[in-house]
């Protein structure tokens, strides 16, 4: 270990040094920690210790070995096999015969002189070899181009099961392991953060043992997601993320905010231009947002519903408390689109006199109209400004900011929200999404935040009939469609891609040709390689004019409401994923009629796309559909790992560390509540767990730093 390790071994200092530079390490120099930093992510020695091993190398006699796995074995060597060798080298193999006890084994070199081999192997000699086993016809084990060729006194000082972790090219596991083991030499025991009880329920190690058992495994076992060793990581990274999450939100609420008391009162008007009764579950929201906003703290809230709940009018009823108020509002889309359904629809059933006044502003707006958008918005005459990311620009300034409502949230950074967030005086923020979060994730993602959730869909609205049928069957889909067309339906065609670039997925261009053929002028196009527009007056024709069929990309994925659309037919359905299927799906159905889904697919079927297809024809329910999409493909797929945050967790297995976030949750809400700056007992312990999972930015809220 190097000098920064030989200082002061006391706690504080050991966490500090957790986060120095991979060259701290003795033997580590530049060329080696550019490599571990390639491998591990960064520059700090607490990523080496946290690079858990995938699998196990067990010490066994030849007689044992497993054909197909990397071994080392001890072995003496009784023949070499001087038919194979040849001084030109190039043309033979070396092979080399060793046995022990057990069985025997045969060595063969590629590209490698006779003259070396017999140097290096002597014959009655006993060597240790470390390489992949293969079995042969006759019975022999087979290591071709052996790794190591050491000495016995190497062999004996082996554990009998070595941990084998992922490696970048130019660094080997016998390097990785002695740098990882040079830290963990230096362990200190730090005092325990998790609750005595809960520890000694789940019969759990301390932190140094996990960390110990992990690094020399007693069994191969034990560097599996389900053991306790592993359970107790991955509690430590979660219970570290919880704590920051509430220690920011505590931060977040601080300070006092006028409760935002009505001069006026206009909600009542727009409810009844809005045209449906609101369910049980709009009303219950609109409670609990008016509940937070009269409660003198800031608003923090996410507020998720499947596709077709209502979330729209519940976001445009906050708006509205805001300025009954007297303050402004504003509401962030992820696309013009959507941006511009928004406008139409609350400019549509705002009072005409001029009370609330509602705005748009994109990257297409027109200079001179953004300019008097601008100046308005900043004399406080619009009261509801409405645009894409064009809000965040430093020109858009606000005269009262209250509150921000985010759509589709997962689809903007966290920077991008905080520049939002800093165009007023803390606004309260609302975000909203379609995209169902897995019940299994919701803590990991929003432990910081209030969660409500609509359950409902506005009455009257029928299931939406859901079938998978083969490509092969697509001439008799198209006469039911012409049939259903002469009937008034509305269809969205969705493509995979837009052109055929990629031979193995229909292209919406070729797909749009082909309708063609038989509706005629019925059907239009829209992807995301047209102006913008040429998109909006598309979407404009087919949600009002002489359209009946748009075959599209899934740019029409996110927020797109057309009442009238009432089939929804999904080209190489088995390409996509469940939880994008199901938001697909759902911008049919929003009418009192019949709607349906055709789900088009060619054989044959992987398993995991046959599960996908199986699935959505039997529920519609978004949040079991975005359970079921979690075990099949992951968080990252469906929450989007850069925007989420989900990525920032390196050693848990959502699938088997899941039930440890309502614990965890609960553990730091306990010790917030009783102990909010972290100082005393407890507390004080669960500063060294934010230390060791760089959360300094929690530590230095507690501290007022």
Same mark, same amino acid.
């Given at each position: 270990?190097?000098?920064?390790?030989?200082?002061?071994?006391?706690?504080?200092?050991?966490?500090?040094?957790?986060?120095?530079?991979?060259?701290?390490?003795?033997?580590?120099?530049?060329?080696?920690?550019?490599?571990?930093?390639?491998?591990?992510?960064?520059?700090?020695?607490?990523?080496?210790?946290?690079?858990?091993?995938?699998?196990?190398?067990?010490?066994?006699?030849?007689?044992?070995?497993?054909?197909?796995?990397?071994?080392?074995?001890?072995?003496?060597?009784?023949?070499?096999?001087?038919?194979?060798?040849?001084?030109?080298?190039?043309?033979?193999?070396?092979?080399?015969l060793g046995h022990d006890n057990t069985g025997i084994a045969e060595l063969v070199f590629f590209n490698v002189p006779a003259d070396h081999v017999e140097q290096r192997l002597k014959i009655g000699q006993e060597y240790v070899v470390v390489g992949s086993v293969k079995k042969t016809?006759?019975?022999?084990?087979?290591?071709?181009?052996?790794?190591?060729?050491?000495?016995?006194?190497?062999?004996?000082?082996?554990?009998?099961?070595?941990?084998?972790?992922?490696?970048?090219?130019?660094?080997?596991?016998?390097?990785?392991?002695?740098?990882?083991?040079?830290?963990?030499?230096?362990?200190?025991?730090?005092?325990?953060?998790?609750?005595?009880?809960?520890?000694?329920?789940?019969?759990?190690?301390?932190?140094?043992?996990?960390?110990?058992?992990?690094?020399?495994?007693?069994?191969?076992?034990?560097?599996?997601?389900?053991?306790?060793?592993?359970?107790?990581?991955?509690?430590?990274?979660?219970?570290?993320?919880?704590?920051?999450?509430?220690?920011?939100?505590?931060?977040?609420?601080?300070?006092?905010?006028?409760?935002?008391?009505?001069?006026?009162?206009?909600?009542?008007?727009?409810?009844?231009?809005?045209?449906?009764?609101?369910?049980?579950?709009?009303?219950?929201?609109?409670?609990?947002?008016?509940?937070?906003?009269?409660?003198?703290?800031?608003?923090?809230?996410?507020?998720?519903?499947?596709?077709?709940?209502?979330?729209?009018?519940?976001?445009?009823?906050?708006?509205?408390?805001?300025?009954?108020?007297?303050?402004?509002? #504003? $509401?962030?889309?992820?696309?013009? /689109?959507?941006?511009?359904?928004?406008?139409? !629809?609350? &400019?549509?059933? +705002? @009072?005409? *006199?001029?009370?609330?006044?509602?705005?748009?502003?994109?990257?297409?707006?027109?200079?001179?109209?953004?300019?008097?958008?601008?100046?308005?918005?900043?004399?406080?005459?619009?009261?509801?400004?409405?645009?894409?990311?064009?809000?965040?620009?430093?020109?858009?300034?606000?005269?009262?900011?209250?509150?921000?409502?985010?759509?589709?949230?997962?689809?903007?950074?966290?920077?991008?929200?905080?520049?939002?967030?800093?165009?007023?005086?803390?606004?309260?923020?609302?975000?909203?999404?379609?995209?169902?979060?897995?019940?299994?994730? #919701? $803590?990991?993602?929003?432990?910081? /935040?209030?969660?409500?959730?609509?359950?409902? !869909?506005? &009455?009257?609205? +029928? @299931?939406? *009939?859901?079938?998978?049928?083969?490509?092969?069957?697509?001439?008799?889909?198209?006469?039911?469609?012409?049939?259903?067309?002469?009937?008034?339906?509305?269809?969205?065609?969705?493509?995979?891609?837009?052109?055929?670039?990629?031979?193995?997925?229909?292209?919406?261009?070729?797909?749009?040709?082909?309708?063609?053929?038989?509706?005629?002028?019925?059907?239009?196009?829209?992807?995301?390689?047209?102006?913008?527009?040429?998109?909006?007056?598309?979407?404009?024709?087919?949600?009002?004019?002489?359209?009946?069929?748009?075959?599209?990309?899934?740019?029409?994925?996110?927020?797109?409401?057309?009442?009238?659309?009432?089939?929804?037919?999904?080209?190489?359905?088995?390409?996509?994923?469940?939880?994008?299927?199901?938001?697909?799906?759902?911008?049919?159905?929003?009418?009192?009629?019949?709607?349906?889904?055709?789900?088009?697919?060619?054989?044959?079927?992987?398993?995991?796309?046959?599960?996908?297809?199986?699935?959505?024809?039997?529920?519609?329910?978004?949040?079991?559909?975005?359970?079921?999409?979690?075990?099949?493909?992951?968080?990252?797929?469906?929450?989007?790992?850069?925007?989420?945050?989900?990525?920032?967790?390196?050693?848990?297995?959502?699938?088997?560390?899941?039930?440890?976030?309502?614990?965890?949750?609960?553990?730091?809400?306990?010790?917030?509540?009783?102990?909010?700056?972290?100082?005393?007992?407890?507390?004080?312990?669960?500063?060294?767990?934010?230390?060791?999972?760089?959360?300094?930015?929690?530590?230095?809220?507690?501290?007022?730093?």
């Amino acid at each position: 270990m190097g000098t920064h390790f030989t200082e002061k071994n006391s706690i504080e200092g050991f966490l500090n040094l957790l986060y120095a530079p991979y060259t701290s390490i003795m033997g580590i120099g530049t060329h080696y920690a550019s490599l571990i930093e390639k491998l591990c992510g960064n520059n700090q020695i607490i990523s080496l210790l946290y690079h858990l091993p995938t699998g196990t190398k067990e010490k066994l006699p030849i007689g044992n070995l497993v054909d197909t796995e990397k071994h080392t074995i001890a072995a003496t060597f009784i023949k070499i096999d001087r038919h194979t060798l040849n001084r030109s080298y190039l043309k033979w193999p070396q092979k080399v015969l060793g046995h022990d006890n057990t069985g025997i084994a045969e060595l063969v070199f590629f590209n490698v002189p006779a003259d070396h081999v017999e140097q290096r192997l002597k014959i009655g000699q006993e060597y240790v070899v470390v390489g992949s086993v293969k079995k042969t016809p006759k019975h022999h084990y087979q290591i071709v181009n052996p790794s190591l060729i050491n000495s016995l006194d190497y062999y004996q000082k082996l554990p009998q099961f070595e941990a084998v972790y992922p490696l970048t090219a130019g660094l080997s596991q016998r390097n990785l392991q002695k740098f990882i083991q040079s830290v963990l030499a230096h362990i200190p025991e730090i005092p325990e953060w998790i609750d005595p009880q809960f520890l000694l329920k789940k019969q759990w190690p301390s932190w140094k043992q996990a960390l110990l058992q992990i690094h020399f495994p007693p069994y191969p076992e034990i560097i599996d997601p389900s053991s306790l060793v592993r359970q107790r990581l991955a509690y430590d990274e979660i219970l570290a993320n919880q704590l920051a999450m509430q220690l920011i939100r505590e931060h977040y609420r601080t300070g006092y905010k006028p409760p935002l008391l009505p001069k006026t009162s206009l909600r009542p008007l727009i409810l009844k231009k809005w045209g449906f009764q609101m369910t049980s579950s709009q009303q219950k929201v609109v409670q609990e947002i008016e509940a937070d906003l009269l409660s003198g703290k800031r608003l923090l809230r996410l507020l998720q519903g499947d596709v077709g709940s209502g979330k729209t009018i519940v976001g445009l009823m906050a708006m509205m408390m805001v300025v009954e108020a007297g303050y402004q509002s #504003a $509401l962030l889309a992820p696309t013009e /689109i959507l941006a511009q359904q928004h406008y139409q !629809k609350i &400019a549509a059933i +705002l @009072p005409p *006199d001029g009370t609330c006044r509602v705005a748009l502003i994109t990257s297409s707006t027109a200079n001179k109209q953004r300019q008097i958008i601008l100046k308005e918005l900043k004399e406080g005459k619009i009261h509801i400004l409405i645009g894409t990311h064009s809000l965040l620009e430093n020109e858009v300034q606000f005269k009262s900011l209250e509150f921000i409502v985010i759509d589709e949230q997962h689809r903007f950074g966290v920077h991008q929200r905080l520049i939002l967030g800093s165009k007023g005086n803390q606004p309260n923020i609302l975000v909203m999404t379609a995209t169902p979060i897995p019940r299994t994730l #919701a $803590l990991a993602i929003y432990g910081n /935040i209030d969660v409500s959730i609509l359950h409902e !869909k506005p &009455a009257g609205r +029928l @299931p939406i *009939d859901t079938k998978a049928i083969r490509n092969e069957r697509l001439p008799e889909l198209v006469d039911r469609l012409k049939h259903m067309v002469k009937q008034g339906s509305k269809i969205f065609w969705v493509c995979p891609s837009i052109d055929e670039t990629d031979s193995q997925l229909v292209a919406v261009k070729k797909r749009f040709e082909q309708l063609q053929k038989f509706f005629g002028p019925l059907v239009g196009l829209l992807h995301g390689q047209l102006k913008n527009i040429e998109k909006q007056r598309v979407l404009d024709n087919f949600t009002n004019g002489t359209l009946q069929i748009l075959a599209t990309t899934t740019i029409i994925e996110v927020g797109v409401d057309v009442a009238e659309a009432d089939i929804m037919v999904i080209d190489d359905a088995d390409k996509f994923g469940l939880s994008q299927l199901h938001q697909l799906r759902g911008r049919v159905g929003r009418n009192r009629r019949q709607s349906y889904c055709v789900l088009l697919y060619r054989e044959p079927l992987s398993p995991i796309a046959k599960s996908r297809l199986e699935i959505l024809v039997k529920t519609q329910d978004g949040f079991e559909i975005a359970e079921q999409d979690l075990k099949l493909r992951g968080s990252g797929d469906i929450l989007g790992t850069q925007q989420s945050g989900f990525n920032v967790f390196k050693l848990v297995d959502i699938h088997s560390h899941h039930i440890l976030f309502q614990p965890a949750h609960q553990q730091a809400k306990l010790v917030i509540q009783k102990d909010p700056f972290l100082k005393e007992g407890d507390g004080k312990n669960l500063r060294n767990l934010l230390h060791i999972f760089d959360k300094y930015k929690a530590i230095r809220i507690i501290d007022g730093i």
